[in-house]
């Protein structure tokens, strides 16, 4: 069966940090172009960061520009994104995605996603 299950978030303060990881079950991350995604309440998903397969280019959206930083580590099947300096505006549910198609900041090359995990940044 193949699942992605993302896992790290939780409540935090103006200016902490944390670091979500997106495992996947059933397929090799390695050969897919994996995304993060969020949602706040109210609002549309959007795209975070994303990372190709192969050659590892990264994207990064506007708002999150030298806060977050996605990675990957092959050998446990696993994607990160470090957030630091978050702000309440970060506030949403994260989810984690795999495309076989392309690494974008678009929802629309994904072909699996996540169940989501919450992130709630207030004081």
């Known amino acids: 069966q193949v699942q992605l299950v993302e896992s790290g978030g939780g409540l935090v303060q103006p200016g902490g940090s944390l670091r979500l990881s997106c495992e996947a079950y059933?397929?090799?991350?390695?050969?897919?172009?994996i995304g993060w995604f969020r949602q706040a309440p109210g609002k549309e998903r959007e795209g975070v960061s994303c990372?190709?397969?192969?050659?590892?280019?990264?994207y990064y959206a506007d708002s999150v520009k030298g806060r977050f930083t996605i990675s990957r580590d092959n050998a446990k099947n696993t994607v990160y994104l470090q957030m630091n300096s978050l702000k309440p505006e970060d506030t949403a549910v994260y989810y984690c995605?795999?495309?076989?198609?392309?690494?974008?900041?678009?929802?629309?090359?994904?072909?699996?996603w996540g169940q989501g995990t919450q992130v709630a940044v207030h004081s």
């Open positions: 990372i190709s397969s192969g050659d590892r280019r990264i």
């Open positions: 059933g397929f090799t991350l390695d050969y897919y172009h």
């Open positions: 995605a795999a495309s076989g198609v392309a690494a974008s900041l678009s929802l629309l090359p994904y072909d699996y």
